[in-house]
């Protein structure tokens, strides 16, 4: 039976003074019982006035540290994403000041899932496949001292790429002793950009297998992933929006604005619930970069939600 690492053995800074809570040997299998982002703060019968309540201070727990008999810096640790448990809910969040579009959604929203069925209904009519991942993994940082768990960075951390999917290897740096591997903040399934700031915010168990590459240092995480890349098959196709502009953010923006004016439009839906539905669904792509001076960016909604 796989050693399992609790949902309460976790923490909310990248620090590698934290003592790990297991060691391991390359090769072993571990089960991580993963508490959702808001670290139990809200539930299935939480509302808005909940999310404009949230400590920001104790967001995206990780489980671990796990230490790594034999790793070292100069190492590469493999990670091999097994299997995900079932999830029973999850939620969606537009939270003041926080997400692609802030300033133009300053009022929390709150949207709660039932996933007990293996469906994740958006409303009548609108369902998103259920594909879970781990939106923050990664080794400890060498620099000393805490550091923020929100942002990506070199050791992984909140990545949110939804391709690290079951059958992922991911390969990540090791810069201290042990490696100190945690991984947490599971989704259900999330687009590319996650503009509004969250996915499908769903507690979950995570299988993991480690293996470990002596003396191979990469800079930062490189990952290898089954195909395809979108994990619907319906053939129904995609509405997809543009934006350019002089840089990538400005362009990324005017994408997410135009595909919320579509939704609005054709399916609807408010502006916030819009907003919601392209974090969990749209796909944010990088067209073009080389045609200066400027940058288009693609949004691209599938078909196949809307039922």
């Known amino acids: 039976m796989k050693h399992t690492i609790h949902s309460h053995q976790n923490h909310v800074t990248w620090d590698n003074a934290i003592p790990p809570v297991h060691e391991i040997d390359p090769g072993e299998k571990l089960r991580f ?11 299935y019968r939480s509302t808005a006035a909940d999310v404009a309540a949230l400590d920001f201070g104790q967001v995206n727990p990780v489980n671990g540290p796990v230490y ?7 190492d590469t640790l493999e990670v091999h994403i097994e299997n995900f448990g079932p999830q029973s809910w999850g939620w969606t969040a537009v939270i003041p000041g926080f997400g692609l579009l802030h300033e133009a959604f300053p009022d929390p929203y709150l949207k709660t899932w039932d996933l007990s ?11 998103i496949p259920i594909a879970p991942f781990p939106g923050t993994i990664g ?10 768990i929100v942002p990506p960075r070199k050791n992984g951390g909140n990545m949110d790429i939804r391709h690290l999917t079951r059958g992922t290897k991911l390969y990540l ?27 499908i915010e769903a507690p979950m168990d995570i299988d993991l297998s480690f293996k470990l590459h002596k003396g191979k240092q990469i800079a ?6 089954p195909g395809p890349l979108h994990h619907t098959s319906s053939g129904k196709g995609f509405y997809v929006t543009t934006g350019h502009a002089e840089d990538l953010l400005t362009a990324v923006k005017k994408a997410i604005e135009y595909m919320i004016e579509h939704i609005t439009t054709t399916y609807r839906l408010s502006d916030v619930e819009a907003y919601a539905l392209c974090s969990v669904a749209v796909d944010l792509k990088i067209s073009e970069v080389v045609d200066m001076p400027n940058h288009l960016v693609s949004a691209y909604l599938p078909l196949d939600i809307f039922k």
């Open 33 to 43: 019982e993963v508490q959702d982002a808001s670290n139990g703060q809200l539930s």
């Open 68 to 74: 790594v008999k034999g790793a070292q810096p100069g």
């Open 117 to 127: 069925g293996g469906r994740a209904q958006f409303t009548d009519g609108i369902e």
């Open 139 to 148: 080794t400890a940082l060498p620099e000393p001292g805490a550091h923020s």
């Open 173 to 199: 740096p090791v810069w201290t002793e042990g490696a100190l591997f945690s991984v947490g903040d599971t989704h259900a399934a999330q687009g590319d950009g996650e503009v509004c700031g969250t996915a």
């Open 220 to 225: 930062e995480p490189q990952f290898e992933t």
